[in-house]
């Protein structure tokens, strides 16, 4: 069955400071990958996804995101935070079906 | 206009009621999801709708049930919850269920408490 894990729980950081979140899934097929974030209060959106080409994927405020198809991964990146990035993070992919990792909580510090 | 709405956002009902919730999308998306996101637990899939098909039913206990009249639209209707069914019902709706085109466009939720 596919699963999706990601790393760390909470991850508390100053700002500035640089990010990478894990992530990791298990299926042996051709995969869709994304990274959600659900700022407090607000909805769950999209901050990038991969389908296929390039495997380092930007996103929207200065997020990337590499796949590594060897290592079944798809860690989150941002090199310099700001305290309006605190918010959970969800990874999730799409094999069989829609599968989301149990969110990652970052804390940015000002 | 926000893209996928929900209604309502905070429900609590007792395990006898029925009621149900309503997604409505306004991004001419083919597909159509319900979520449950419940504390400590990752979201869980519960129902896919493709053109108003139901195209995955993820071993949701029958006192859910979705509706989906047409590609805009679906409903989640409840009867006899339990307590621990309280959650955020989450919608969501994609231009393709598959492929390249399937990044989900999410609701607000709807923040639901079974007593």
């Known amino acids: 069955a596919q699963s999706v894990s990601q790393h760390n729980h909470h991850v508390i950081l100053s700002e500035a400071a640089s990010l990478e979140l894990g992530c990791n899934y298990s299926y042996g097929g051709t995969v869709n990958l994304f990274w959600y974030v659900q700022y407090p209060g607000q909805h769950l959106q999209l901050l990038l996804k991969?389908?296929?080409?390039?495997?380092l994927v930007k996103g929207i405020k200065g997020f990337e995101a590499e796949f590594i198809k060897s290592k079944f991964s798809f860690n989150l990146r941002k090199p310099s935070v700001q305290w309006s990035d605190t918010a959970e993070y969800f990874c999730?992919?799409?094999?069989?079906?829609?599968?989301f990792g149990p969110g990652t909580r970052l804390s940015v510090l000002p | 206009e926000t893209g996928v709405t929900q209604t309502p956002r905070h429900l609590v009902m007792g395990m006898t009621n029925k009621k149900s919730l309503k997604c409505e999308q306004h991004?001419?998306?083919?597909?159509m999801y319900w979520y449950k996101q419940s504390a400590k637990k990752p979201l869980e899939l519960m129902f896919v709708y493709s053109l108003e098909e139901r195209v995955e039913n993820n071993s949701v206990p029958s006192r859910f049930s979705p509706e989906c009249p047409n590609s805009s639209h679906l409903f989640l209707h409840l009867h006899t919850l339990q307590p621990e069914d309280s959650a955020l019902y989450l919608c969501?709706?994609?231009?393709?269920?598959?492929?390249?085109?399937?990044?989900?466009?999410f609701g607000p939720g709807t923040r639901l408490t079974v007593l």
């Open positions: 999730a992919v799409y094999g069989q079906n829609f599968v």
């Open positions: 991004l001419g998306h083919n597909a």
């Open positions: 991969y389908f296929s080409g390039d495997p």
């Open positions: 969501a709706s994609s231009q393709e269920p598959s492929g390249a085109r399937n990044e989900q466009f």
